[in-house]
């Protein structure tokens, strides 16, 4: 049983105040990096905060950590303040303004500042419409601003922002151009010189432009050019030139940066917002293999619906007050389910939201002059552990995000690996790792000799493929890939019960043969297979399977269970081993129920007593966790306490301070600190929890 003593160290440990002087207040926590636009691999600008740092306290960067020019001002009655970035302005005089407060959603992220007697309120917003294939595939994201008097007196407001040309691309040497619309909205577009088509450099794409925007009304100007030239133009004169720099240069040749002023008038209280569009938009989005080892260039789902970005701009921008409206009722229902688990959780689930989304691209085929709404594939980057395309042991981790979302997003990752493999251009018994060694180019693994993981990505495809039927009742997955999922039930069958040397999921932890969560997932795919057969009427066949799976348990108890019956082991007979035996998760979430309850109890019982200060480590190699096997673990276990012990660890490291980069999901249970890996998609799994039935969520 948990022990009371060890609940309350946990308890004081986890009130610890978080490291650095912060003077604002952060609800519900200060992140290590703040998401600020959030919405592709190439649309990803963060906040690093580390243990407290300002919005003016630093450069927003990219998922990578470079950084994106991204600078912000406002006049209060003459007076300049900076409000976003450290932009240096020489010749020039202006203050800073004070953070005042920080909060975060799974949707945006708000910012209060004060500049002198006006409050300005800075929200960040990346919407979150998984149910909407247009709104999200937008690789569009909101910012505004609104001003209030502090003194109850009346104050001349105006506002400044522009974003430089490092959004473009990963080499600041490489020469870009520009343009600027005018109109009823106005937009500043920028890109390489010469691009490269499907091409990154540093993780940025060197293809597409970015876009500024914002809406033309009364008292709004423009410009662009080098960066001290039109930030000092705005702090010495309130306004800009509407006027271009032609100059077409390398990004840090004179630092071109594209800006836009408003003139918000006498401010007494709150002023409407005056909304801003950041974006990164590239035709075509990903080269495709099909039959015959054909090459397709497919689109991003928002081109059916415009013909332009342009567009879609002036609707993305028309649009602001209803998205807010629908963020802040997706924010509010995923609070509402989560905080039924914790406060705790739902603060984790807040921070993993964008990161996740923020990883998928929604796509469709051409068809003659149009796109094909019936061809929809979505596509996913190993962001920082890899770039690979479609890696499925990163889609499963990340899975309950989807099926709690939308689990139509979830069957439409899976696509592209089904049908590439229906094809037969794999040459392999067992499931694919992945679309392609490097996103975005989903060109398969004809050779055979993508990164070996049989037995996971085998038993990964039947388990979701599984769950995503369950969740949607629809058949299709299972009816068209039947033979696909039964090869890999085959192969299962034969390889899984003692696996051969190999590595998992896990791989930084190196190869290891006989290993007892490895084992647990083959098994679990087994049944899931058993079941699918099932659902299509094969009853011999599901027969079959469910007395091989159970079989195979009882097998498997004997092979696994330490010496004395407390544990698990890491690899069968070493006794003296034990790790996370998260993939027990999908045994409870497809309520297969091939694992006995006994086995669930055992290991709440023995990790309510090898926690360490920020965690259970992932096995006994190392010390350190991962924290979405993490929560898939509090998703398993039999006991409140041990469920809040897994979470309100991972809380703990993810406030901690120790870091300046988006949530790692790799780190040390030690003293909090990160491991490796940043931004990647894997932390959807912190919607395990979120994704089981209500009556599952002890």
């Keep these: 049983m948990f022990v009371p003593a060890l609940l309350a160290a946990w308890a004081s440990l986890l009130l610890a105040p978080v490291l650095g002087a912060v003077t604002w207040t952060?609800?519900?926590?200060?992140?290590?990096?703040?998401?600020?636009?959030?919405?592709?691999?190439?649309?990803?600008?963060w906040l690093p905060q580390g243990a407290g740092t300002a919005l003016n306290d630093a450069w927003p960067t990219f998922w990578t950590g470079s950084i994106l020019g991204w600078a912000g001002f406002a006049k209060v009655d003459g007076v300049a303040f900076n409000w976003l970035g450290v932009p240096g302005v020489p010749g020039t005089t202006f203050n800073k303004a004070t953070q005042k407060s920080l909060q975060f959603t799974s949707t945006q992220s708000i910012f209060e500042m004060t500049a002198g007697p006006v409050d300005l309120t800075v929200t960040f917003l990346s919407p979150v419409e998984p149910s909407d294939p247009v709104n999200q595939s937008l690789p569009l994201s909101y910012y505004s601003v609104s001003a209030a008097s502090n003194d109850g007196k009346a104050h001349s407001v105006q506002i400044y922002t522009d974003i430089s040309a490092e959004w473009v691309t990963g080499d600041n040497s490489l020469t870009a151009n520009w343009t600027t619309t005018t109109g009823s909205v106005l937009t500043h577009q920028v890109q390489l010189a010469a691009q490269t088509q499907f091409g990154e450099i540093g993780d940025h794409i060197q293809q597409g432009s970015a876009y500024h925007s914002t809406l033309n009304t009364a008292g709004a100007t423009w410009q662009n050019g080098q960066d001290t030239v039109v930030r000092a133009q705005f702090i010495n004169n309130g306004k800009l030139t509407n006027a271009g720099d032609t100059a077409?240069?390398?990004?840090?040749?004179?630092?071109?940066?594209?800006?836009f002023a408003h003139d918000l008038g006498s401010v007494t209280g709150a002023t409407a917002p005056v909304v801003f569009a950041?974006?990164?938009?590239?035709?075509?989005?990903?080269?495709?293999?099909?039959?015959?080892?054909?090459?397709?260039?497919?689109?991003?789902?928002?081109?059916?619906r415009f013909s332009t970005v342009a567009s879609a701009i002036s609707t993305f921008l028309g649009d602001y007050s209803n998205a807010l409206v629908r963020a802040k009722a997706f924010d509010a229902k995923v609070n509402a389910d989560a905080t039924k688990i914790s406060a705790d959780y739902a603060s984790i689930?807040?921070?993993?939201?964008?990161?996740?989304?923020?990883?998928?691209?929604?796509?469709?085929?051409?068809?003659?002059?149009?796109?094909?709404?019936s061809d929809v594939l979505v596509f996913m980057k190993e962001i920082s552990s890899d770039g690979n395309v479609n890696t499925v042991d990163v889609i499963f981790p990340a899975w309950p995000l989807f099926l709690y979302t939308n689990p139509t997003l979830g069957k439409q990752l899976l696509l592209p690996l089904f049908e590439y493999q229906a094809t037969g251009q794999y040459p392999n018994k067992w499931s694919v790792h992945d679309m392609g060694a490097s996103y975005p180019k989903a060109l398969g693994h004809n050779d055979g000799k993508d990164e070996a993981m049989p037995v996971e990505e085998s038993g990964n495809m039947l388990i979701m493929t599984l769950s995503y039927t369950q969740k949607s009742n629809d058949l299709s997955l299972i009816k068209t890939y039947f033979n696909l999922l039964d090869q890999w039930t085959q192969f299962l069958i034969t390889d899984s019960l003692i696996p051969a040397n190999q590595i998992s999921t896990d791989d930084f932890a190196g190869s290891l043969a006989n290993q007892t969560n490895l084992a647990i997932k083959g098994i679990v795919?087994?049944?899931?297979?058993?079941?699918?057969?099932?659902?299509?009427?094969?009853?011999?066949?599901s027969a079959n399977y469910s007395s091989i799976a159970a079989s195979y348990v009882q097998q498997w108890q004997k092979f696994a269970t330490s010496s004395d019956g407390t544990h698990l082991t890491l690899s069968y007979g070493d006794s003296a081993s034990w790790?996370?035996?998260?993939?027990?998760?999908?045994?409870?979430?497809?309520?297969?129920?091939?694992?006995?309850?006994?086995?669930?109890?055992?290991?709440?019982?023995?990790?309510?007593?090898?926690a360490n200060a920020f965690g259970v480590p992932l096995d006994t190699r190392h010390t350190y966790t991962k924290s979405d096997w993490s929560i898939w673990t509090a998703g398993l276990v039999t006991t409140t306490a041990v469920r809040d012990l897994l979470i309100s660890s991972v809380r703990k490291y993810a406030a901690d301070g120790k870091s300046s980069q988006p949530l790692g999901d790799w780190y040390e249970t030690t003293d909090g600190s990160v491991e490796g890996f940043r931004a990647r998609p894997v932390v959807g799994g912190h919607l395990a929890l979120a994704s089981l039935p209500d009556s599952m969520r002890h």
């Design 26 to 45: 952060a609800t519900p926590f200060n992140p290590a990096s703040v998401p600020l636009a959030v919405r592709s691999p190439y649309l990803s600008a």
């Design 525 to 541: 795919g087994i049944k899931a297979m058993a079941q699918i057969a099932s659902l299509l009427g094969d009853t011999a066949r």
């Design 248 to 259: 077409f240069r390398a990004v840090s040749d004179r630092w071109p940066v594209f800006a």
């Design 349 to 373: 689930v807040a921070l993993s939201i964008r990161q996740g989304f923020g990883a998928i691209e929604t796509t469709v085929s051409r068809t003659g002059g149009g796109f094909n709404t």
């Design 278 to 304: 950041v974006g990164h938009a590239r035709d075509p989005a990903v080269q495709y293999i099909v039959a015959g080892g054909a090459l397709q260039s497919r689109g991003l789902f928002f081109w059916t």
């Design 579 to 610: 790790g996370l035996s998260y993939n027990m998760f999908a045994d409870k979430l497809l309520q297969t129920n091939v694992f006995p309850a006994s086995v669930f109890d055992m290991q709440t019982t023995w990790y309510s007593t090898h």
